[in-house]
């Protein structure tokens, strides 16, 4: 060996220059390859390599070669090993100096023939970080100077990767804070809840990679979980919304003691064990922490690994941060969306409420109230059962979202038949995730059930008094659609309905009631009415005796005797029609609608002709249409009745038809004065009449309640132009699916 005992001051000046240069750089790759150029400018070899330490598996790895042989790059060196100088001086911490490998026993032929070789640990506070190591095809190639100088550029190399490896940590403690800040304004951006549990098992996913990360809330009621979200490998996929108690396992650890858990290793872990569920399959890191907003457990947030990874303490550090903020993210959205559906259901008994109040006939009634039920719960259906006292029978009275194939399968059940007929009979609401799999279900509407599509069912009663009068149902199609508070929803508002309906009997009563009572009003504008022509009948008569009339005069007395009775009749016919109890026998049959009108106009013609009023007639809907003819012929004729009266010097009186949605309209049209403000909002009610001269006030009346038997309506609008239009609204669903109720 050659006897220099100490480094020359310009070789060392050189390398202090060089170990500066290093500081600059960050990543440990570059230092190791810089540092291999440094020491090939002070010292002579043939090959050389720095390898840096993998710590998690006590290997050393190639960080930079340079030389002639050629090192691959997947080399790796245990350091529990015995052999190799490389080896020897990074279990040592001190250079290992072979002057002549062949009396050296540690030494390993690589495929470089070497002669001496040379090995310097790269060290900071005791801690190893690496080895450089140079060969020479000489020996005695290095002198105790040259190991010098190597120690001090090993010494310049470690600080230069710890340096890097401070760097590289607050860097990743940087990419982690804005990462953890970019996820945390990502999962606080909504308000909703879906959204929010999705937002964060994404975020968890991203930021801590894994096998699956999920999220299940914590009833307290129950004390059970439910799984919400879920982020995993296919194979992992498990059923959201499925409810399971926490068990004995590391999930019921985290809900017993409200604490992070971190198991690195399932194998190792002894005091508790994994409770998996059927169907969830093993792994072998767990990390998991508890939920916990205003002191209040609401849930778990759980990561998992397969065999080959684990987690560590950095992890946990990770998943508490992300796990503080989501806990407050779902607590927000929760209430929210608390704040949002009482308000939504406030809104929904508010509009039921107006509407189950409003003085409306029942089938129209009840038709509004299932639409707006059927919104607010958010179902796909619903409808409404009344129930027969006398028979027994729960009969769908009126459906939102159900094909009429399913309504004529389900449409009449028998008090306790089947889930329905219980919730009428016990008067208990019911709810169902799944009516196909609920063995009350009539396996007869099984198909009916399947091909319709329908899953989950709720179903309450409705009450008059203390007494079940018939049923409300919602149904979905999505299992589990339903839950507590939509059936509570559900039961206040059937509550409604059934005071709604018990009132819509009541005011029928009373309308009944004051029918019977206006025949003294009707016998008296009967009298009135009957006075005047029976005193020109008798006139007429006592002329006609005379003999010395002319055949002229007994002609125009015969015609005011017949005109005057035909006044009589109609009069007559009037009363009769009006006061009449019950509903109306309707005779439906499918009709054309353009013909009927023709038919019933021709006769009207004849006699408008004679007034100077002209009909015109436009038929924007030429279909078919399902009614009762001679009822709706009645319809007509006081219609244009009116019109006559009101252009008692003529004009003319359009009819046209339009179809507007699923309704069609008949319009009828005059040019006469039309109908003054003050007599609008009564026109429809009996002993009124505008412009009329002749008969009891009653033909308005009788046309109304014959188009309501027809489930129609009828109004009246004043045009810009002038004169009155009626406006008489049938649907045309009725008309094209069969019989009413007659």
């Not at 549990?197 to 994404?202: K, N, R, S």
Request: charged residues 25%; proline residues 4%.
């Amino acid at each position: 060996m050659k006897q220099i005992e100490h480094p020359s001051e310009a070789k060392l000046n050189a390398l202090y220059r060089l170990g500066q240069q290093l500081i600059l750089l960050h990543d440990e790759e570059a230092i190791a390859a810089t540092v291999l150029e440094i020491a090939e400018g002070v010292l002579d070899f043939g090959d050389s390599e720095f390898l840096l330490v993998d710590e998690a598996n006590q290997e050393l790895f190639v960080g930079a070669h340079r030389g002639e042989l050629h090192v691959a790059r997947d080399l790796r060196l245990s350091l529990d090993g015995d052999e190799g100088i490389t080896v020897a001086a990074a279990r040592s911490g001190q250079p290992v100096y072979a002057a002549n490998v062949a009396d050296e026993p540690r030494y390993v032929d690589a495929g470089f023939a070497a002669a001496s070789e040379l090995a310097v640990p790269v060290e900071t506070e005791g801690r190893l970080l690496g080895v450089i190591n140079v060969e020479s095809r000489q020996r005695e190639a290095y002198t105790s100077a040259e190991v010098k100088l190597l120690s001090i550029l090993a010494s310049q190399a470690a600080l230069a990767l710890e340096n890097a490896r401070h760097h590289a940590q607050e860097r990743d403690q940087m990419e982690q804070l804005a990462t953890i800040n970019r996820i945390a304004r990502r999962i606080t951006a909504t308000l909703d809840v879906r959204e929010t549990l999705d937002g964060i098992v994404e975020a968890a996913y991203e930021l801590i990679p894994c096998a699956l990360a999920e999220i299940s809330l914590w009833d307290e009621g129950s004390q059970t979980l439910t799984l919400q979200a879920l982020r995993c490998e296919p194979e992992r996929a498990f059923p959201i919304g499925k409810t399971y108690r926490p068990g004995e396992g590391y999930t019921g650890w985290l809900v017993r003691h409200a604490e992070p858990l971190l198991v690195s290793d399932t194998e190792v872990r002894e005091d508790i064990q994994p409770d998996l569920l059927p169907g969830e399959l093993p792994f072998a890191s767990y990390l998991g922490v508890p939920l916990i907003a205003s002191d209040e457990l609401i849930g778990t947030l759980v990561l998992v690994r397969d065999e080959g990874e684990s987690f560590d303490e950095d992890d946990l550090a990770l998943l508490e941060s992300l796990g503080a903020q989501a806990a407050v993210a779902i607590r927000n959205a929760s209430l929210y969306e608390e704040v949002t559906r009482r308000h939504r259901e406030l809104v929904a008994l508010n509009a039921v409420a107006a509407a189950t109040n409003r003085a409306l006939r029942l089938e129209a009634l009840l038709d509004d109230a299932v639409a707006r039920v059927v919104s607010c719960i958010e179902a796909d259906g619903g409808g409404i059962r009344l129930l027969d006292p006398a028979t027994g029978t729960l009969s769908l009275s009126v459906t939102q979202g159900l094909s009429e194939a399913y309504v004529a399968q389900v449409n009449n059940l028998h008090l306790g038949e089947g889930i329905v007929g219980d919730v009428a009979l016990t008067g208990e609401p019911t709810l169902l995730a799944d009516m196909r799999e609920d063995p009350r279900t009539p396996s007869e509407i099984l198909a009916p059930l399947k091909e319709e599509g329908i899953r989950s069912f709720a179903v309450v009663p409705l009450r008059s008094q203390k007494e079940v009068i018939g049923t409300l149902g919602v149904v979905s199609k999505t299992r589990g659609a339903f839950g507590p508070a939509d059936v509570d929803l559900l039961t206040a508002m059937g509550h409604q309905i059934g005071i709604a309906i018990a009132n819509a009997k009541l005011r029928q009563e009373a309308v009944d009631a004051e029918r019977l009572a206006a025949v003294g009003q009707v016998a008296a504008s009967v009298a009135h009415e009957l006075r005047s022509p029976l005193g020109g009948i008798m006139r007429s008569a006592e002329f006609l005796a005379r003999p010395e009339l002319s055949a002229s005069t007994r002609r125009k007395l015969s015609d005011a005797i017949v005109a005057m009775c035909r006044r009589l009749i109609n009069t007559s016919q009037e009363l009769l029609d009006y006061t009449r109890g019950g509903r109306m026998a309707l005779r439906r049959a499918l009709c054309s609608l353009p013909d009927f009108l023709e038919e019933v106009l021709e006769v009207l013609r004849v006699d408008f002709s004679d007034r100077g009023i002209g009909v015109e007639t436009e038929w924007g809907y030429q279909g078919r249409i399902r009614m009762d003819p001679d009822r709706m012929a009645q319809v007509v004729y006081n219609i244009a009745a009116n019109a006559r009266d009101a252009m008692p010097h003529g004009g003319q009186l359009t009819v046209s038809t339009e179809r507007v949605g699923e309704t069609v309209e008949l319009r009828f049209t005059d040019t006469g004065p039309g109908v003054r403000e003050e007599l609008r909002a009564r026109i429809f009610e009996p002993f009124v009449s505008y412009g009329k001269r002749e008969g009891a006030g009653l033909g308005l009346a009788i046309a109304e309640r014959i188009v309501e038997e027809h489930s129609g309506s009828i109004d009246l609008e004043n045009p810009e132009a002038g004169g009155a239009r009626f406006i008489v609204r049938l649907p045309l669903g009725q008309a094209a699916s069969g019989e009413g109720p007659s």
